[in-house]
């Protein structure tokens, strides 16, 4: 049964290495010393094929049952035109068995030197913003690179910082507009507080969880707790910057 991968993102010009679990149809690793054959190919969007490695070249089997380790040089991946690709394993085991264990989309993403991610990778990742329109989306981007620094941040975690960061800035600017639609132009707030209609009005109380974080984090931090995607980048900050107390 062929296995379709999540969007990976890949600079060109980098080394990319791909770890690989390869099973037989009932899920269980595959001996991998008696394989005929495994061949990695990824294939550009005309369905060209622009790299293809076996076990002679890039291929090298792991060590634990059914794993292989792909390793795609950077004097071959500089050759890549930016753009979108899709990539596949198939393994050739005796007995005629024959099967393509997993395919799915790779982004080449020349990063000029910012690493930020192309539009295209953020559509795939979030679809729910499919109403938004390229410009707004792009915008997001270009804010997120302007908050956030490369240099704190790992090559592998960067690029989907970026996205979760233009993500929860999309879903913010999203939900501003949807309450001045309820409230009127003159609502600048991200959460409604109360509705007045006539001699009645109506009163929400704010999230705690709000409250929690404006108490214990720098001016601003508090939004990033309002969305999910705000969530998850302050879950892959703390793994590139730690915390750090003040006493």
């Known amino acids: 049964m062929t296995t379709t ?16 679990m390869l099973n037989d149809s009932a899920g269980n690793p595959l001996d ?4 005929i054959s495994i061949d990695w190919t990824l294939t ?4 060209n094929v622009a790299i293809d ?10 060590s634990g049952a059914g794993s292989c380790i792909i390793t795609i040089p950077a004097t071959v991946t500089q050759g890549l035109a930016a753009g979108n690709y899709v990539d596949k394993v198939v393994v050739v085991m005796p007995g005629d068995f ?22 295209s990778m953020f559509r795939q990742w979030f679809p729910e913003f499919s109403t938004v329109d390229d410009i707004s989306i792009s915008q997001s981007l270009m804010v997120a690179g302007l908050w956030i620094d490369p240099s704190k941040w790992s090559k592998k975690d960067y690029p989907m910082a970026i996205l ?8 913010l600017l999203q939900t501003q507009l949807a309450t001045m639609e309820i409230a009127g132009t003159g609502s600048t707030d991200i959460f409604l507080r109360q509705v007045r209609m006539g001699e009645r009005s109506f009163s929400f109380q704010q999230r705690s969880g709000q409250k929690q974080v404006e108490a214990m984090a720098a001016p601003g931090e508090s939004l990033l707790s309002q969305t ?9 900050r703390a793994r590139n910057i730690p915390a750090v107390m003040v006493v």
Not at 53 to 62: A, E, K, M, R, V
Not at 99 to 107: D, L, R
Not at 228 to 236: E, T
């Open 5 to 20: 991968h999540i969007p990976f993102s890949y600079p060109v010009g980098d080394t990319w290495v791909i770890n690989a």
């Open 32 to 35: 991998l010393t008696t394989a």
């Open 44 to 47: 550009d969007s005309n369905n």
């Open 53 to 62: 490695l076996n076990l002679s070249s890039g291929i090298t089997l792991g």
């Open 98 to 119: 024959v099967s393509t264990q997993f395919a799915g989309p790779i982004e080449a993403v020349v990063f000029n030197g910012t690493l930020s991610p192309q539009l």
């Open 164 to 171: 979760y960061w233009a993500a929860h800035w999309t879903q």
């Open 228 to 236: 999910i995607y705000g969530q998850l980048f302050i879950q892959l």
